[in-house]
Nanobody
């Protein structure tokens, strides 16, 4: 089972990026999926999650700027990030299959750098 995150890059403040996380090896259509991020020197933090039925949840820092979505046919979750800020700079990780307070599967991360 593998989660492959991609779509990160360098963008100016105010710009947009769309992250994708493609899963392979099993279907996650019945599982919640999520995005987390970890800035240099900081702990990993929750960004957004989406249930199998489509309900979405956001961290306060992401609300109104980021949109999480999924395409079950493609076994892929997306994170559309608009109005990016310098403080959004981090490695972004996708995750799937929550189990208690943990997630069973993690992607390898994709770097997002927002310049001022």
């Amino acid at each position: 089972v593998q989660l492959q995150a991609f779509g990160g890059g360098l963008v100016q403040a105010g710009g947009s990026l769309r992250l994708s996380c493609a899963a392979s090896g099993r279907s996650f259509s019945s599982d919640a999926m999520a995005w987390f991020r970890q800035a240099l020197g900081k702990e990993r933090e929750f960004v957004a999650a989406i249930r199998s039925g489509g309900s979405t949840y956001y961290a306060g820092s992401a609300k109104d700027r980021f949109t999480i979505s999924r395409d079950n046919a493609k076994n892929t979750v997306y994170l559309q990030m608009n109005s990016l800020k310098v403080e959004d700079t981090a490695v972004y990780y996708c995750a799937a299959h929550p189990s208690g307070t943990t997630w069973g599967f993690w992607g390898q991360g994709t770097q997002v750098t927002v310049s001022s």
